[in-house]
Antibody, heavy 118, light 109 residues
Framework: QLQLQESGPGLLKPSETLSLTCSVSGGSVNSSYYFWGWLRQPPGKGPEWIGSIYYSGTTYYNPSLKSRVTVSVDRSKNQFSLKLRSVTAADTAVYYC??????????WGQGALVTVSS | QSVLTQPPSASGTPGQSVTISCSGENSHIGSNTVNWYQQFPGAAPKLLIYSNDQRRSGVPDRFSGSKSGTTASLAISGLQSEDEAVYYCAAWDDRLYGVFGGGTKVTVL
């Protein structure tokens, strides 16, 4: 059974870079036709789609975040990662990694709270 | 502010039916399929419906989805106390990114 686990620092200062890794078990990032993605959910709000990487390596990003985001995959470690540069308090949220067969997420990780505060 | 529009709340008594709407534009709901997710407090969202009306394996058949034009709907028939949760719709946009609704909290009275 697929399991996705987010990991990374939970507290950042404004202007720093958020770096999260999603470890995949029970599946492979090399599997054909899957999208490996990131979403976030500020407290009390709906999810926001951040970006994803297709099994082929093609990346897709939310236009509102595109200038600050990079999603990449490490096939040797069966992991994929999110980098969000120049964070502000508005980036405080629970961050989820996901896998989807049709671009949108089917399966989600348990989530990791990231707080941006000086 | 979320891209897709959902009513903030809906409610019903056990056994009743509840329908949640999700409205958008031609660039997303109008030209791509819709997913529905269920979220309990403190947990990650869980996929209920994909491709407008396909129930994910294990999802009770009292949950059903539909789409017409730029509006999608999730119906819960035979409402049960365990259905009390927040429900989100999502769709792919023609500009190649995902969009979500703001969520509808379903209360079982």
């Amino acid at each position: 059974q697929l399991q996705l686990q987010e990991s990374g620092p939970g507290l950042l200062k404004p202007s720093e870079t958020l770096s999260l890794t999603c470890s995949v078990s029970g599946g492979s990032v090399n599997s054909s036709y899957y999208f490996w993605g990131w979403l976030r959910q500020p407290p009390g709000k709906g999810p926001e789609w951040i970006g994803s990487i297709y099994y082929s390596g093609t990346t897709y990003y939310n236009p509102s975040l595109k200038s600050r985001v990079t999603v990449s995959v490490d096939r040797s470690k069966n992991q994929f990662s999110l980098k969000l540069r120049s964070v502000t308090a508005a980036d405080t949220a629970v961050y989820y990694c996901s896998r989807g067969l049709y671009a949108l997420p089917d399966d989600w990780g348990q989530g990791a709270l990231v707080t941006v505060s000086s | 502010q979320s891209v897709l529009t959902q009513p903030p709340s809906a409610s019903g008594t056990p056994g009743q039916s509840v329908t949640i709407s999700c409205s958008g534009e031609n660039s997303h709901i109008g030209s791509n399929t819709v997913n529905w997710y269920q979220q309990f407090p403190g947990a990650a969202p869980k996929l209920l419906i994909y491709s407008n009306d396909q129930r994910r394996s294990g999802v009770p058949d009292r949950f059903s989805g539909s789409k017409s034009g730029t509006t999608a709907s999730l119906a819960i028939s035979g409402l049960q106390s365990e259905d009390e949760a927040v429900y989100y719709c999502a769709a792919w946009d023609d500009r190649l990114y995902g969009v979500f609704g703001g969520g509808t909290k379903v209360t079982v009275l």
